[in-house]
C-alpha cells in the first residue's frame, strides 16, 4: 500500500487551510457531491462573490504546489497511447495513487478539471477522463457523422468505418475514446449486404426513419411493399412507424406497384441499350403528340408494345416510369403521368384546356357530380390516367366532399347573398386578424347578422370562399386573406409541437387531444397518431398513455 495517495496529500494541504477557506474550496470542489456556485457560496458567508473567486484560486494555488504536477504525470501515463477509455469510477484500479475516491467522484472529477488540462466528460452515464473537452468531443462526433455520411455512396465495409472512425479520433486527440465513439454512433451507421449477397457495406448514416429504410431497400432481394417495410423498421426501432413509412418511402425508392417500393438495382431491365431504346421510343412518341398533352405511362406502354413488339414482358408501366426519370426532355408531373419540357409554358395552357373541360362536365350533368365521374369522362376522352387536379373556380367549387357543382346553379343560393356573405367574411377576418376553421364560418356569419339558410354547410362556405381571389384556404382547413403570409392560426402540427416542448408527464390520448382543442380553439376530430409519432412522442402498450421519446 502506498504511503500516500492523491486523496492524502489533498486533505493534508486543504486541513491547514482557515476555517472559512475549507468550507469555500471544498464546496467548490463538489467534495458533498455537488459543487456549489460562487454566488451560493457568497451569500451563505456574507461575501461577495468576487472574494470567494479570490479565496478559491489562493486554495488551489496552494494545492496545485503539493499535488499539481504528480497529478499531471500520473494522468498522462495513463492516457498516453491509450486505445480504451479511461473510466473515472475505475482510475485507482489503474493507478493506486488515486485510491480513495470512490464515494467522492465529483470530487475528483473536479480536482482533475481545475488542475490539470484532461477534462472529465460524461459519456453514455458513465464519467470518462479525456484529453479533450466537452465541445470538442462534441465537434468529434458531429465531424465523424458527417464524414460517414459522404462516403456513403463508397459503400465502404465496417472495417473500413471503424478504422476512419479511430483515425478521426486520433486525429482529435482523442484515440482513447475511439471504442466510445463507434458505441455512440451505432444506432446511426446502417449496414447491408447489397440484394442480401456479400459482405455489409454503410448504406446509410442517421436515427431517423429515412436513414433506416434505405438499409433495408439495399438489402432486398426484390422490390417489397411498405407495409413489410414498416414492419422490419417497427421491430428494430421498438415503435410503431406505419404511419409515415409510406411517405418517407416517396423520396427514397422508386416505386414498383401499388405501395410496392425497390431500388434502381431492382430493376429487371438490366441491360443500358434496352433502357436507352425504350427511352429513346418513348421521347418519340411524346414529341409527336399534341403540345403540352400529358401522358399517363400506362397508354405509353400500350403504344410502345404495338411499335415495338419484342419489347421485355418484364416492362409495365411502373418500370417505364422508372426509366423515363432519366430523360432529359421529359418532366414528370407525378402519378406516372409525363409531359414535354416546354419553355413556352404549353403546360399551363393544357391545365387551362383540361379545366375547361371538367368546367363542360359539371354543367352538362345538370346537377352536382362526384370526382370519380368526372374524371372517367376525362380519362375516356382524353387518354389520361386518374391522376390530376381540379381546382375550384369562379364558376365550379365542391358542395360537399369529393361533389363538385356550378356555383350558380347548386349553392342553391342568389349570387347577391353570396357576395354579401364572402363580403362579411372579409371584413371579420380583417378585424380578427387570424384564420378561421371551418368549423367556426357559419355560426359567425350567423352571429354578423348574415342569414346562412340550413341547407348551405360550412363546408360550402369553405367551398365558397375558394372561389374568391381574396381568400386563401390553408392546410388544417384554415380560411385566411390570401395576402397574408400564413393562416395566422396555430395549426394541430404547431400544437402538437407546443405540448411536446412543455411536456412534463405521460398522457392519455383524450388529455391530448384536451391540450390540442384548448391551442388551436376548436374540436379536433382527425386521427393523431401520425403527428404525435413526427413530434417524437411515443406510446406505452401496457399503460396506453403517450411520452416524449428522451424526456
Known amino acids: 500500500m502506498l504511503s500516500s495517495t492523491l486523496y ?76 480504451t477509455p479511461l473510466y473515472l469510477d475505475l482510475l485507482e484500479v489503474e493507478e493506486q495513487w488515486f485510491f480513495g475516491f470512490s464515494d467522492k467522484l465529483v470530487f475528483l472529477a473536479h480536482i482533475i478539471e481545475k488542475l490539470t488540462k484532461n477534462h472529465v466528460l460524461k459519456i453514455k452515464e458513465r464519467q470518462v477522463i479525456a484529453q479533450i473537452n466537452c465541445e470538442q468531443w462534441n465537434y468529434l462526433k458531429s465531424e465523424t457523422l458527417a464524414r460517414l455520411k459522404s462516403q456513403v455512396t463508397t459503400k465502404p465495409s465496417q472495417a473500413e468505418v471503424n478504422k476512419l472512425i479511430r ?25 447491408a449486404s447489397p440484394k442480401g449477397k456479400g459482405p455489409k457495406v454503410l448504406c446509410s448514416v442517421g436515427r431517423g426513419l429515412s436513414s433506416l429504410l434505405e438499409a433495408f431497400l439495399l438489402e432486398a432481394t426484390k422490390p417489397l411493399h411498405y407495409s413489410e417495410l414498416a414492419q422490419k423498421c417497427s421491430v428494430r426501432l421498438e415503435r410503431r412507424v406505419e404511419g409515415y413509412v409510406h411517405n418517407s418511402l ?21 441491360s443500358q441499350d434496352d433502357k436507352k431504346a425504350i427511352l429513346s421510343i418513348t421521347e418519340s412518341i411524346i414529341r409527336e403528340g399534341p403540345s403540352g398533352r400529358q401522358w399517363a405511362c400506362s397508354e405509353l406502354l400500350s403504344i410502345l408494345k404495338k411499335r415495338k413488339p419484342s419489347l421485355q414482358a418484364k416492362l409495365d408501366k411502373y ?46 350533368a345538370g346537377h352536382p357530380i362526384s370526382i370519380h365521374e368526372i374524371k372517367k369522362m376525362i380519362m375516356e376522352k382524353r387518354g389520361l390516367d386518374e391522376y390530376f387536379t381540379i381546382l375550384p373556380t369562379a364558376r365550379i367549387a365542391r358542395v360537399g366532399p369529393n361533389i363538385w357543382g356550378l356555383v350558380d346553379r347548386d349553392f342553391l343560393l342568389p349570387k347577391k347573398q353570396r357576395h354579401k356573405m364572402l363580403d362579411t367574411l372579409y371584413l371579420l377576418l380583417e378585424k380578427r386578424q387570424e384564420g378561421l376553421h371551418i368549423t367556426e364560418l357559419k355560426n359567425l356569419l350567423i352571429k354578423a347578422g348574415i342569414t346562412v339558410p340550413p341547407h348551405f354547410t ?43 416542448k412543455n411536456f412534463h408527464s405521460p398522457m392519455t390520448m383524450q388529455e391530448i387531444r384536451h391540450s390540442i382543442d384548448e391551442i388551436v380553439k376548436y374540436e379536433v376530430k382527425q386521427p393523431l397518431h401520425r403527428l404525435l409519432e413526427n413530434a417524437n412522442f411515443v406510446r406505452d402498450e401496457r399503460s396506453n398513455t403517450w411520452y416524449v421519446q428522451g424526456e
Open 8 to 83: 492524502d496529500d489533498l486533505m493534508n494541504v486543504i486541513s491547514n487551510f482557515s476555517e472559512r477557506s475549507q468550507k469555500v474550496i471544498l464546496r467548490r470542489l463538489g467534495f458533498n457531491d455537488q459543487c456549489d456556485s460562487l454566488e451560493t457560496i457568497g451569500q451563505d458567508l456574507s461575501v461577495t462573490r468576487e472574494r470567494i473567486r479570490q479565496i478559491e484560486a489562493r486554495c488551489l494555488l496552494s494545492i496545485n504546489e503539493i499535488c499539481g504536477i504528480t497529478l499531471n504525470s500520473k494522468l498522462k501515463k495513463c492516457l498516453t497511447r491509450r486505445r
Open 167 to 191: 483515425r478521426l479520433a486520433t486525429e482529435n486527440g482523442a484515440l482513447e475514446l475511439a471504442n466510445l465513439l463507434q458505441e455512440l454512433l451505432k444506432d446511426k451507421l446502417h449496414f
Open 250 to 270: 416517396k423520396d427514397l425508392a422508386y416505386l414498383y406497384g401499388r405501395g410496392i417500393y425497390g431500388t434502381l438495382a431492382h430493376l429487371p431491365i438490366k
Open 319 to 364: 418500370i417505364l416510369n422508372i426509366i423515363l426519370t432519366e430523360s432529359s426532355m421529359l418532366k414528370s408531373v407525378g402519378r406516372l403521368v409525363w409531359i414535354l419540357k416546354d419553355k413556352t409554358n404549353q403546360a399551363k395552357v393544357h391545365r387551362v384546356d383540361l379545366q375547361e373541360a371538367v368546367n363542360t362536365i359539371v354543367v352538362n
Open 458 to 500: 360550412n363546408y360550402m362556405l369553405l367551398s365558397l370562399s375558394q372561389t374568391d381571389p381574396r381568400f386563401k384556404v390553408r392546410r388544417g382547413q384554415i380560411v385566411g386573406l390570401s395576402k397574408w403570409p400564413d393562416a395566422k392560426r396555430t395549426s394541430i402540427k404547431e400544437a402538437i409541437e407546443q405540448i411536446a
